[in-house]
């Protein structure tokens, strides 16, 4: 049946259709439409967005599923950092973690959120009595003693956060080198493992969503800022407050930190601003932009109610598998960087 069958029938019999013109007329768009717009639909077949999408998703798990990816020669510590809320930071911090550890690297995600919404989605205990990263910026215990391994992806290990943690930024005022405490801690930890023997490839720290002490602390643990930018409209806005406060801390406390990575989620191919904030944003950061983008999608949001990462909740899911491809950009990224340091 062709959509335009029946239009005849139920037009000149149930609307109040008099005039002979107005059926000559209603005949003949029914005939421009048979003949024109029908032949304008496409066919189910390679053009439609839809195989495109799948096409393109059947590229990446062929190319990118189950490859170890090259490992950093020193740690990586990145910071995930934005102040605005809800842009995927937590969400970016664990799955892109838990992609380079499949692939292979040993990973530490560091929750410095009291909300703890990175413990959870690793699958982490971190109820108050927890030992959690609180114990390690006020009391000073060892990074090791709070360290817990991720059930699900071997490689992949967790410094929980508690809600003892909401009291960290008012009761770190009055300590002494409050700014630099996560930093002692991670480096004395990457020392210790060294001296065992084992590597560690990369640390990610969660940060909140405010730009106060722990992510001060963040800021002064790590060299590296990784920055997920939401697609949204809002999106670029504080970006430059982001930014300044990078290099006011690249200033006076830790001349390394740099912008080196930003991640566009939340993407949604089917609204013109999705794009305009992704060219927006590389064509500020042609560099630091990595290729790959995150889509909106149900099965990244579902993960952390299973305690999960989309990475093992659902591997072949298209936010999986961008994930997987922003990882080993990453991790190619740090490989070519090798290369020339030692040319
Ligand atoms: N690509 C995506 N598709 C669908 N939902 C997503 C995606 N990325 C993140 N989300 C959802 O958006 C919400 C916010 O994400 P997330 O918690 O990662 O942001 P955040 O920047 O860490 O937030 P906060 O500032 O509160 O720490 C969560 O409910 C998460 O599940
Ligand atoms: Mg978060």
Do not use: W
């Not at 909300?115 to 030992?131: C, F």
């Not at 065992?196 to 590296?224: K, M, R």
């Amino acid at each position: 049946m062709t959509v335009t069958e029946g239009v005849d029938d139920v037009s000149r019999e149930t609307l109040p259709i008099e005039s002979e013109k107005a059926a000559d007329a209603l005949d003949r768009v029914s005939r421009e439409v048979q003949e024109g717009d029908v032949a304008d639909i496409p066919a189910a077949g390679a053009d439609t967005p839809l195989a495109q999408a799948v096409a393109a998703d059947t590229r990446k798990r062929m190319t990118l599923a189950g490859r170890e990816l090259p490992r950093p020669a020193q740690t990586r510590v990145l910071t995930v950092a934005n102040q605005k809320g809800g842009v995927g930071k937590t969400t970016t911090t664990v799955n892109v973690a838990a992609a380079l550890a499949q692939a292979g690297a040993t990973v530490l995600v560091i929750d410095l959120d009291p909300q703890g919404n990175a413990s959870t989605a690793l699958g982490i205990d971190h109820h108050a009595e927890v030992p959690s990263i609180y114990d390690v910026l006020v009391d000073g215990d060892p990074l090791s003693t709070v360290v817990q391994p991720c059930p699900d992806v071997p490689g992949l290990f967790c410094a929980p956060a508690t809600i003892d943690l909401a009291g960290a930024e008012i009761e770190l005022v009055s300590l002494v080198a409050r700014e630099t405490r996560l930093q002692r801690a991670v480096s004395k930890y990457v020392t210790e493992l060294t001296e065992q023997g084992q590597a560690l490839d990369y640390v990610f720290i969660d940060c909140p969503p405010s730009l106060g002490l722990l992510t001060v602390n963040a800021f002064v643990a790590g060299s590296e800022v990784f920055i997920p930018i939401q697609c949204e409209y809002y999106a670029l806005e504080g970006l430059s407050q982001l930014l300044k406060n990078i290099e006011l801390i690249r200033d006076h406390l830790n001349p390394n930190l740099h912008v080196s990575t930003i991640l566009l989620t939340m993407f949604d191919g089917r609204t013109r601003l999705s794009a305009q904030v992704a060219d927006e944003v590389r064509s500020h950061f042609p560099d630091q932009t990595l290729k790959a983008s995150v889509p909106r999608s149900v099965r990244i949001s579902e993960a952390p109610s299973h305690g999960q990462t989309v990475m093992t909740y659902d591997p072949n899911s298209s936010g999986a598998l961008s994930y997987l491809e922003a990882a080993s950009e990453m991790a190619a990224q740090n490989a070519a960087e090798n290369s020339e340091d030692r040319s």
